[in-house]
């Protein structure tokens, strides 16, 4: 699946569009397929340093998604 990473600190420019491996789940969840999504002005703060998290991370946002299975 898709992923939006940060490893470094700054602008748009240091966002990284990846591959990353579908999570595992088990009977009692579901795996959506995401349509899209948005980034919020807490993320955007995390991307420039000013609100400081362990990087990398990965956006969460606010899904539109289509349940997969």
Known sequence: ???IRV???GSTD???HE???VPA???HQVLL???ATSVNHL???MIS???REICPFSFHGYPVSIVQA
Do not use: I
């Open 19 to 21: 591959e990353v491996p």
């Open 49 to 51: 340093g000013k609100n």
């Open 33 to 35: 397929k995401v349509e």
């Open 1 to 3: 699946m898709k992923a």
């Open 7 to 9: 490893y470094n600190y």
């Open 43 to 45: 993320e955007v703060l």
């Open 25 to 27: 789940f088990d009977k």
């Open 14 to 16: 240091a966002l990284r």
